[in-house]
């Protein structure tokens, strides 16, 4: 595969690292080497064989230009600018695509960008789904005020251009911040999500669902996880930060049971539907801070065999920690987005009774500085 370079690389802040693939898969290992080889061997990175357009999940904001011409594109990294974009080497073909039709619907149906300063307008930005199996595309036309005018034809006009896209859906953000999405919405055409299949299960996607963005290597992620966790039928499973119940539902076949934690209550419903579709009957969710409630669980003298955690960037909380090492699991399979928190949260772990087994680098945001990484961590003392 030729090496790509974006014309707009300095300009956009999306991409971090523009160097051929090979060595950034280098500079990921070397780095994963850097701050993780305290704890054990970091085995070779997972790369991609094609890093490019692996983004299912695609964003777009839009201006309006001193000739009252709709411009769209990506949200330059650490400002509210937006830098004119058609196709980004990161995201799916198709969802350029789409976005271009729909910056043209606009003009057509005289629904403009939404300007913060004066308050005119009515579109906030566009998110773009993609079901990489189903190839089902959920459309989120994200706006400041609830009217839409003429919102069933603009749909019905997007949907005859884009057959492949199944719904529609309208998300009403009153938050000036760039990207986000308010809590109110309305299904314009479809059902309001798409499915999508994921280590042989299906899965339901919403618009405000978290659903990891890179398919091909989440795959490999939770396929790697489900390895390193040596699941028999006798265990018992927790899935802390559980989102929409991807990694409970891929591991409710393999133990006993499965106890799934998010504090999103959306992606809590999301979690209950995916499981009835995948006739788990062995795997419940509640709604709660993961750290509140492993805290609660330890001091009840509940106990699991096998606890997986999935955090945000910023890691797990001292708390959670904490009360993982009170509840004292056989194994902890640790799935990180942010490397340098991982090595605080190991830090901790190794220092309370655990060690690491098993480390596993995977590139899932190729051209960025982001690694991830599965640990395996087992406990060595009471």
Not at 28 to 55: N, V, W
Not at 172 to 178: A, D, F, G, L, S
């Amino acid at each position: 595969m030729s090496e790509q370079i974006c014309r707009l690389f300095k300009r956009c802040g999306g991409c971090q690292l523009q160097k051929p693939y090979a060595q950034q898969l280098q500079w990921k290992q070397e780095k994963a080497e850097r701050l993780l080889s305290r704890f054990g061997t970091c085995m070779p990175i997972i790369g991609m064989e094609d890093p490019t357009h692996y983004r299912n999940k695609v964003q777009h904001g839009f201006y309006t230009n001193p000739k009252r011409q709709i411009i769209s594109g990506i949200y330059q990294s650490g400002s509210g600018r937006i830098v004119p974009c058609e196709d980004c080497m990161l995201e799916d073909l198709l969802s350029d695509r789409m976005i271009l039709t729909i910056k043209k619907l606009m003009q057509s149906f005289r629904l403009f960008p939404y300007n913060p300063n004066t308050g005119q307008g009515l579109v906030r930005h566009v998110m773009i789904r993609k079901g990489y199996h189903s190839g089902e595309y959920l459309v989120c036309m994200v706006t400041a005020k609830p009217t839409f005018p003429s919102k069933r034809n603009f749909s019905a006009a997007l949907m005859r251009q884009h057959p492949e896209i199944k719904t529609v859906v309208q998300n009403i953000c009153t938050n000036p911040m760039p990207l986000t999405m308010g809590e109110q919405e309305s299904v314009l055409a479809g059902k309001g999500y798409i499915t999508d299949t994921l280590c042989g299960k299906q899965f339901k996607i919403s618009a405000r669902s978290f659903y990891q963005v890179n398919p091909v290597q989440t795959e490999i992620l939770y396929r790697t996880a489900m390895e390193f966790a040596e699941l028999t039928p006798e265990d018992r499973v927790l899935d802390c930060y559980c989102g929409i119940g991807t990694i409970g539902i891929i591991a409710a076949e393999r133990c006993k049971e499965v106890f799934g934690i998010e504090l999103n209550g959306s992606a809590v419903a999301d979690a209950k539907q995916n499981a009835a579709m995948n006739h788990c009957k062995n795997i419940r969710f509640i709604q709660a801070d993961s750290g509140h409630a492993m805290e609660e669980m330890a001091e009840a003298g509940e106990s699991a065999d096998v606890v997986f955690t999935d955090p945000p960037r910023t890691g797990s909380d001292k708390r959670f920690l904490a009360s993982m090492v009170t509840m004292a699991p056989k194994r902890i399979v640790y799935i990180s987005c942010g490397i340098e928190t991982l090595q605080r949260d190991l830090r901790f772990l190794t220092a309370n009774g655990y060690a690491v087994k098993r480390i596993q680098p995977v590139d899932m945001f190729p051209h960025t500085t982001h690694v991830e990484t599965v640990v395996l961590l087992s406990r060595e003392k009471p």
